[in-house]
């Protein structure tokens, strides 16, 4: 069965020129411009090799064609659902990249990008969104906990295990990603209270997309994102989501605080989803085609790209490699996700708890009993 080729445009800038019909961003930590020229930043250096920014690259790149494919097969009616990171790809895989392996994520419903630097397979991230379990990846193997849809409700959860490495003296942290809507949401500032008040080693990584659900950024907030964390008594910083060395300097730094005991940090990485919220939203009815021109300007992959061209950390021969590897993990998905086996229904009761209790056991026999009086044709 043959792969869908990628269908998003990603644009080169030109080496040396400002991207035309680019207006300008907040104040942000930034050490890759759009353009792909490094700069530095006092406060957050980074040591990388070449090695590593090829594996970034690589990570960007094969994240991006798994979010491709996986909308495509929602169009298809293979998927119920999906949750596009399309733009954000930088800001997930950079901090995703940040974690030291005992450290603990707690992503929402869109961190691919996180779950992919952590190991998981994309079609167990894809199984949850065909409906045949609730996310096939094991939390304890991984450290990549399961995907939160209740909005906020991940921030208490990170916040809560925080607590607990605390108390058992552990030398990691928990990082803890949100979206700018949840930021709102009573969940999130009542875990930023707790955090705070007990020095918590926790980390809040929002990816500020801007527009939430469908309500640009200016309907939510008065200040600053970012600036939020100082009326919780804790430190934070907005860095440019879509520069991917920024993001992996900034976050791996809060997290290293975080471990130090210096407790806990807000991290606001200002970037954009060039895609809809998910596959059942129409973002033309809240935002203009032309912003997202001007974005696409700013595309993470993009910028990546042109600077290891630039500097000869990678040839022709790389991005070759990575496109063609990036076309067997589609086929591998998309073959993957329309051979997945449909669960038995009573599947629904067997990991809602450990052990089932009697009121899963008395459901699932009312459950099973009922569908006993169909035939085998269902009627």
Not at 34 to 52: K, N, Q, T
Not at 113 to 142: H, M, N
Not at 306 to 317: S, V, W
Request: some cysteine; overall charge negative; aromatic content about 10%.
């Amino acid at each position: 069965m043959t792969a869908l080729r990628q269908t998003t445009e990603v644009v080169d800038p030109v080496p040396g020129a400002q991207a035309p019909h680019l207006p300008p961003q907040p104040d942000l930590v930034q050490l890759l411009t759009p353009e792909g020229e490094r700069v530095e930043h006092p406060d957050y250096a980074l040591d990388i090799s070449d090695d590593e920014l090829r594996g970034i690259y690589r990570d960007l790149a094969l994240v991006r064609r798994w979010d491709v494919e996986a909308t495509a097969l929602q169009r298809q009616g293979e998927l119920g659902i999906w949750a596009s990171l399309l733009g954000q790809e930088a800001a997930q895989v950079g901090a995703g990249r940040a974690l030291e392996p005992d450290d603990m994520a707690f992503p929402t419903y869109r961190e691919h990008g996180v779950a992919w630097t952590r190991g998981v397979d994309p079609l167990q991230v894809i199984s949850l969104y065909r409906g045949v379990d609730y996310g096939a990846w094991d939390p304890k193997q991984t450290n990549f906990n399961l995907y939160t849809v209740v909005i906020g409700a991940q921030c208490l959860h990170a916040t809560g295990y925080a607590m607990g490495l605390q108390r058992d003296g552990a030398d990691s942290a928990a990082l803890a990603f949100l979206g700018d809507g949840a930021t709102s949401q009573g969940e999130v500032n009542e875990a930023m209270i707790w955090a705070a008040s007990f020095g918590a080693p926790v980390v809040f990584f929002c990816q500020n997309n801007q527009y939430a659900i469908s309500v640009p950024l200016e309907r939510q907030s008065r200040v600053p994102l970012f600036q939020r964390a100082a009326g919780f008594g804790f430190p934070g910083v907005r860095v440019d989501g879509n520069d991917v060395l920024a993001v992996l300097a900034v976050t791996r730094a809060a997290l290293a605080a975080a471990r130090e005991g210096q407790g806990p940090t807000f991290i606001e990485a200002f970037t954009y989803r060039m895609g809809a919220h998910t596959t059942s939203d129409d973002p033309t009815r809240y935002r203009l085609a032309s912003e997202l021109e001007e974005w696409k300007l700013r595309d993470p992959i993009a910028r990546v790209k042109a600077y290891l061209a630039r500097t000869g950390i990678a040839d022709a021969a790389f991005f070759d490699s990575v496109e063609a590897e990036a076309d067997e993990l589609a086929v591998r998905i998309r073959t993957g996700t329309v051979e997945m086996p449909d669960p038995p229904g009573t599947a629904i009761f067997d990991t809602v708890y450990a052990e089932l209790t009697p009121e899963l056991e008395a459901q699932r026999a009312e459950f099973v009993e009922y569908h006993a009086g169909f035939d085998t044709e269902g009627h």
